[in-house]
Structures are given as structure tokens and as C-alpha cells.
């Protein structure tokens, strides 16, 4: 005799409160931002070869979001977990040409019984990566998000201490420095300098149309973060002693690449802070907005180069 097995889905509401700090995602969000990449050297230049390209461009961008009913069963012999989540789905072109630039279908879970990582973020890119981030949503902010800057020039790792130094050779950052002086049309310099600052003029934007935000729910997932990118905790190279509450790069999430990526500008590492912004506008209803902050690690040339993506989306 076969049993039938099968997992219902609660209703909406029931399966919307079990979402966590997941909550007010799911529905249609649009907006516009800045990407800035930098890609291995122009193979058509070869009379006077640069050693790296810089793609910049601002976006506009939608994403959707859209609830997994049915909870999800993780199986163990110490006590079974389930969870929920929600299908998403990413699509990002050229602000000023139409261009598409990206595609992104995937998955965000929410995952309290696991104490390290209570949120997850899966997701598949054309290009030929996998990326599996992991993460926690932090205390709740009144009023709008403390935004930092974001580094965009190249660096390595000090092997000592797991710090950050950046490249100084002229070859490499006069790019950046040209850019930045003479950016492609409408892309201000100073988002070449710091892509975050596109999130601050879209805060400053906000405020100048009379609406404030009141509070600021905060999700932070990372995949082999590097220490010090979008606020990681910076971790000595050796292995943490036990009991420890930093915990090893390599147990937290993970990127994998077709060879050819590997070969070519390997996608090493990820990290991402979502601000979902509760807005009060003038009639006094609110809205939601989200904002995001995210890097990829590439790794040529000996350096690694942060492929920097922001956004600022109003739900629909």
C-alpha cells in the first residue's frame, strides 16, 4: 500500500506571520540604481592593453517576491525543522539604454531554529554561479539606515591579520580616478567613488519630498565574506579557537562557478545588507521602500576587485 504524502500551505496570513523578518517582502518592487564592475583586460586593445576594464552604469531594476505556502522539512536524527520562504525574481537592465544586464531567479528562507543563520539566501545567475548566503536580520532601526561608504578599488589580504590593503599602483587606480573625473553619461562621479552614496542621494530625494522614514528592518547574508566588506567582522586567518563567536569564513555560505568563470574573474565572495524602510508620506499613509547594498568578490590579476550593485525599490 503507497501512502500519499503531501505538505499544505496555511492560510496567507498565518503563512506571512511565520516569515519573520521576511514579512513585507513579498509583493512587486521597482526602482533604480548603480552598478560598477570591474572586468579582466580588453583583448581587442592590444597596441596599448589596459590591465583591467571598469563597467559602470545606473539601473532600473524589479523585483518580485512571492511565498513558498507549504513549510519546508529538513530531516535529523536530532529533531526534524521546517521552515518558509519565498521565491524571487530579479531583473536589472541599462537605466540609459533599456540594455538587460541581469537576471537572477532564487530563493530567501527564514530559518529560526538555527542558531547561526536564521535567514538564507539562494540564488542562480546566468553567468554560470550558484550562490548559497547566510545570514541573521538585525535589531530594528528607528528612523532611515546608517549607511556607510563602499570601497570600490582593488586590494588583497594582509596573510597576518585578515586585513584589507588596497592596490596603489598608478595602473590600477588612475582608471577609477579617470573614471570618476570623466564618468559615461548620466552617472554623477561620485558614484564611481562610492557606489553607496546612490542610496544616500535616494535617502536625501526622499526627504526632500516631505516623507520620512520611521523605522528600518535590517537583513545581512554573506557567502565567504571578506572581512570588512558591508561591516563583516575582520578574522584573523587561522582557524577561530573554540567557543569562539567569530566564525570561519569558510563555513558560511558559498559561491560556485562554471570553469570558465574560474579561469577568467572567479567569483569568490558575497555579501549583502537589505534595509526594508517603512516610509511616512505627506497624506500620512505609509509605504515600504527597500534598499540594498551588495558585493561580489572577483578574483584576477593577483587582486581581488568588488563588483559593487545598489538599489533603492518602492513596493507596488
Known sequence: MITSMFRASAPADTSHRRLGPLTDLPGNWMGRGFNLVALPRDPDRTKDPLPF???VATTMEALSFTLIGAPVPNRSSAGDIEFLGLNYFQQVANAETGEGMHVEPGFWLHMPDLPDATIVRLGTIPHGDALLAQGN????????PPIQAVDPHPFTIDPSTGNRVNETDPKYIDIFTNAASNPPPGVPGGFITDPNSVLKDALTLLTNANKKITSTDVLFVSASPVGGINGTPIIPPS?????????????????????????NADATSFSAIFWIETVQNPDGLPSLQLQYTQTVILDFDDLKWPHVSVATLIKQ
Do not use: T
Open 53 to 55: 576594464r571598469l563597467k
Open 239 to 263: 582557524p577561530p579557537p573554540p567557543k569562539s563567536p567569530l566564525v570561519d569564513p569558510k563555513e558560511i555560505g558559498g559561491i560556485i562557478n562554471i570553469p570558465f568563470i574560474r579561469s
Open 137 to 144: 536580520a538585525m535589531d530594528a532601526i528607528p528612523g532611515p
